[in-house]
């Protein structure tokens, strides 16, 4: 069972930066989707950013395009957000997910198997 671990959430300003890093147990698949949703209160989980491995196609929703990149980190095992130019609207609870995927990676939920607790995103003055 793999299991995701988020963190790097927080309160930033509008117009600021935040690097959100997603850490899994392991990865058993030679074709895997890793992605990154959010869902703020009130409102249906949306997806953000994902990445195929292991040809690293990304794909985005069209919100974030620009402002915001998912990423593989050096450290084995780890996925990167990096989100610029927050807004207010960007407020959230950010989840990760992955799932094994012979096909490029898709921003839709039912498309993964195993997700992450979540890290709080708080785009405020």
């Known amino acids: 069972q793999v299991q995701l671990v988020e963190s790097g959430g927080g309160l930033v300003q509008p117009g600021g930066s935040l690097r959100l890093s997603c850490t899994a147990s392991?990865?058993?698949?030679?074709?895997?989707?890793i992605a990154w949703f959010r869902q703020a209160p009130g409102k249906k989980r949306e997806g953000v950013a994902c990445?195929?491995?292991?040809?690293?196609?990304?794909d985005y929703v069209d919100s974030v395009k620009g402002r915001f990149t998912i990423s593989r980190g050096d450290v084995e095992n780890t996925i990167y957000l990096l989100m610029n130019n927050l807004k207010p609207e960007d407020t959230a609870t950010y989840y990760c997910?992955?799932?094994?995927?012979?096909?490029?990676?898709?921003?839709?939920?039912?498309?993964?198997?195993?997700w992450g607790q979540g890290t709080q995103v708080t785009v405020s003055q």
């Open positions: 997910a992955t799932g094994e995927s012979y096909g490029i990676a898709t921003l839709a939920e039912q498309d993964y198997d195993h």
């Open positions: 990445l195929s491995y292991p040809d690293g196609t990304t």
């Open positions: 392991e990865f058993t698949w030679d074709f895997y989707a």
